[in-house]
């Protein structure tokens, strides 16, 4: 069974105190790797796919990263408006997603 | 530039009651999928179409639960018999290749 674990639960950063979260994997045939954000009483906003181990991307002061076991989200020198939950979730070959139970970073101006 | 919508975006109803829930995919977007969003718990899957076809249903529950997508657009997520243990979010996405888009979900509270 395809499960994703997510660390830290909780993140507290003060602005411009940049940081990382971690999203470890196990699954069968992975189709690709995603990390959404969610703000409270929204529902998830895509912001990444990775398909493969050592592919990197970036948004604004957001990067992922992949290898054959954990996803890393990298928030660069944060701001308030970055303060969310941030989901990652593993893709099989079924085409389900498994959720992480997200990490809630919360940036203090 | 319609995103995902679901309606309603909170529903209130009684145990033992039925409920329905909506979905309005992004247009042309192939795929719908249903989840499931506890409190402080990522999204579960429930049903994935593919289609007008449920391609794949092992999340849903129990027999309380199912989903119909007649036309291969609008989504119907059909509960019967609430308990309080159903209350929770109820999120929709739509995908054309592999990113999947989510609506803004409807609370469920079963009293």
């Known amino acids: 069974e395809d499960q994703v674990t997510q660390s830290p639960e909780a993140l507290r950063l003060q602005e411009g105190e940049s940081s990382s979260l971690n999203c470890s994997y196990t699954v069968s045939g992975l189709r690709g790797l995603f990390w959404y954000r969610q703000d409270p009483g929204k529902g998830p906003e895509f912001l990444f796919t990775l398909y493969s181990a050592g592919e990197e991307k970036e948004k604004e002061r957001l990067k992922a990263t992949l290898t054959k076991k954990e996803s890393f989200l990298h928030i660069t020198a944060p701001k308030p408006e970055d303060s969310a939950t941030y989901l990652c979730?593993?893709?099989?070959?079924?085409?389900?997603?498994?959720f992480g139970a997200g990490t809630t970073v919360t940036v203090r101006a | 530039g319609a995103g995902v919508s679901q309606t309603p975006s909170n529903k209130v109803t009684e145990k033992g009651k039925y409920v329905e829930l909506r979905c309005d995919p992004i247009s042309g977007h192939t795929a719908l999928y249903w989840y499931r969003q506890s409190l402080g718990q990522g999204p579960e899957f429930l049903i994935y179409?593919?289609?007008?076809?449920?391609?794949?249903d092992s999340g849903l529950p129990n027999d309380r639960f199912f989903a119909v997508r007649p036309e291969g657009s609008v989504s119907t997520l059909k509960i019967q018999r609430t308990e309080r243990g159903d209350s929770a979010v109820y999120l929709c996405?739509?995908?054309?290749?592999?990113?999947?888009?989510f609506g803004p979900g409807t609370r469920l509270t079963v009293l």
């Open positions: 996405a739509s995908s054309l290749l592999s990113e999947e888009f």
């Open positions: 979730a593993s893709g099989s070959n079924d085409y389900k997603l498994s």
């Open positions: 179409f593919q289609g007008t076809g449920a391609a794949d």
